[in-house]
């Protein structure tokens, strides 16, 4: 597959190293940001050079963020190729999805949306498991960095730079390994640990009290911010581990899947690029995870 | 849905119960055995006046075993219905699975084959991790009763009835669980328990050297065979809890599937019933677990 990169943040980084790593051919990381070079060497090029690489690229992994680039960018980008992206706002991914099929089926490309761990593959999982156990599966995520609500923290006038840690609540978690049937209210199962440096245009209680009513994010749920400096925040940056748990079953029978990563863009990188195998055998149009046959992604039968 | 079963054994009894919970009609229990009684009062049928039932069923559910009946019965069934088996000999799996495309496209109908949670579920898992990971995906099951390996004691001549207990060995399931990139051979990854009653018809000893050259069942593989009395397999039979493990992952992340059900039975008959669900979306043709996608089996989307 001859393979392009948009977005060269955390994620965009993590597809190219492992982009090279495999048998595909990566042609250029596409960004709308001037002077960017790759870390690796590989052909940077404006963003609005896209129509001019149609037909010379294969498949577009977009690799920008939900809050702000991917509901513009990924629909742009599918008249000219196939595309993967992460979008992960969850409340916004059905809109998502009808606008990359629109386009999908105006060009004849192929899109596959919202396409890492979570959602992706533990959507795969939530799916199959109701369906089995007639039971709302629950899921935990951390302790680990989320990259969509570090996103919507730097999105926030104010803020120089943030990063935000996901931990799970122990006790919550707990309970729902070993007691059947019990559900807890989504946002007793997280805390919300943001680490925010401020660049000095706006009153700290301003921007925390922005931040705790940011829809989708962080409203209605434990939020705890601490102020810190610039450095602090790199530091924490270098932290890219992450955890979570889809726990699914009934008084008779249960399944859980564990995922740990050290680097949970790394971990988004490979799944994008084994659900990037799937494309050439789909017809035109828009795909969650859920809608693909994962014997789509592997030659080998492991039944 | 208007269902039907087909073979009244441990699977059958369970998928009855599951139907019987469900909005779905129960038409009958399809059987060889003559003076066979549900045991929740379903009309029991002969096997032979199936093809009678055309068009009054629309998916047959063969609870049969894979050993001696679902090569044939499933291939058969499929004339007449839509149908799921559970067909678990690994390594007979490509074959029979080419039988039901081609009987599935002569009559137009449609077979989702293997269809449990190993083979089935787990089999997603290891398909999903292989094109993941670039690594091989390490199972492991029990410890539980295995209805496969049960049913081939029972097969076996000289032997009044039998029941087989799976154990995973600990040291290696721990080293596979910590040690990055192990892959232990498959012959050491379990024990098989085997305990037997014999009908006397045969020496103890030519029975045992059958049980442990067993080709795809015992063969190779660390066999403990305990010579028992009837009562005591019975005994043991009321015991089809059942677990097991899907790890997989690289030196960078892993994810870890865990299944856990106090009936093997009960579990096999959920994932047949959700899978049910899908078949009235999928063309006619033979499809494994890995050829369905999994929004098929749910209306709510799981993103």
Same mark, same amino acid.
């Given at each position: 597959?001859?393979?392009?990169?948009?977005?060269?943040?955390?994620?965009?980084?993590?597809?190219?190293?492992?982009?090279?790593?495999?048998?595909?051919?990566?042609?250029?990381?596409?960004?709308?940001?001037?002077?960017?070079?790759?870390?690796?060497?590989?052909?940077?090029?404006?963003?609005?050079?896209? $129509?001019?690489?149609?037909? +010379?690229?294969?498949?577009?992994?977009?690799?920008?963020?939900?809050?702000?680039?991917?509901?513009?960018?990924? %629909?742009?980008?599918? +008249?000219?190729?196939?595309?993967?992206?992460?979008?992960?706002?969850?409340?916004?991914?059905?809109?998502?999805?009808?606008?990359?099929?629109?386009?999908?089926?105006?060009?004849?490309?192929?899109?596959?949306?919202?396409?890492?761990?979570?959602?992706?593959?533990?959507?795969?999982?939530?799916?199959?498991?109701?369906?089995?156990?007639?039971?709302?599966?629950?899921?935990?995520?951390?302790?680990?960095?989320?990259?969509?609500?570090?996103?919507?923290?730097?999105?926030?006038?104010?803020?120089?730079?943030?990063?935000?840690?996901?931990? %799970?609540?122990?006790?919550?978690?707990?309970?729902? +390994?070993?007691?059947?049937?019990?559900? $807890?209210?989504?946002?007793?199962?997280?805390?919300?640990?943001?680490?925010?440096?401020?660049?000095?245009?706006? $009153?700290?209680?301003?921007?925390?009290?922005?931040?705790?009513?940011?829809?989708?994010?962080?409203?209605?749920?434990?939020?705890?911010?601490?102020?810190?400096?610039?450095?602090?925040?790199?530091?924490? +940056?270098?932290?890219?581990?992450?955890?979570?748990?889809?726990?699914?079953?009934?008084?008779?029978?249960?399944?859980?899947?564990?995922?740990?990563?050290?680097?949970?863009?790394?971990?988004?990188?490979?799944?994008?690029?084994?659900?990037?195998?799937?494309?050439?055998?789909? %017809?035109?149009?828009?795909?969650?995870?859920?809608?693909? %046959?994962?014997?789509?992604?592997?030659?080998?039968?492991?039944?």
């Amino acid at each position: 597959m001859r393979i392009g990169i948009c977005g060269y943040g955390n994620i965009g980084r993590a597809v190219e190293d492992k982009v090279l790593e495999s048998q595909h051919q990566l042609v250029g990381i596409f960004t709308r940001r001037q002077g960017v070079q790759s870390i690796r060497g590989t052909k940077v090029i404006a963003y609005d050079k896209m $129509p001019e690489f149609e037909g +010379k690229i294969d498949v577009m992994l977009m690799c920008g963020g939900s809050q702000e680039d991917l509901l513009w960018q990924s %629909p742009e980008a599918l +008249k000219y190729f196939d595309i993967i992206d992460t979008f992960d706002t969850h409340a916004r991914i059905q809109e998502h999805a009808s606008n990359l099929e629109n386009v999908a089926n105006l060009f004849g490309h192929r899109a596959i949306y919202s396409c890492g761990w979570d959602p992706g593959v533990f959507s795969l999982m939530r799916c199959l498991s109701a369906s089995i156990f007639h039971e709302k599966p629950e899921t935990f995520w951390g302790k680990g960095v989320s990259q969509g609500h570090s996103e919507a923290l730097r999105n926030i006038r104010g803020i120089a730079d943030a990063i935000e840690f996901t931990v %799970p609540c122990e006790r919550v978690l707990e309970r729902v +390994k070993t007691e059947k049937g019990y559900h $807890p209210d989504d946002n007793l199962k997280h805390e919300r640990h943001c680490y925010i440096a401020l660049d000095q245009t706006r $009153p700290e209680t301003e921007v925390i009290e922005e931040i705790k009513s940011t829809e989708n994010y962080f409203k209605d749920q434990q939020v705890f911010v601490n102020v810190v400096s610039l450095n602090r925040v790199q530091q924490l +940056k270098g932290k890219m581990y992450h955890k979570g748990y889809v726990f699914a079953g009934d008084a008779e029978a249960s399944m859980t899947l564990e995922a740990k990563m050290d680097s949970n863009p790394a971990f988004t990188a490979k799944i994008m690029l084994a659900y990037a195998n799937a494309l050439s055998h789909l %017809p035109s149009g828009a795909y969650s995870v859920l809608d693909v %046959p994962v014997a789509m992604l592997e030659e080998k039968k492991w039944l």
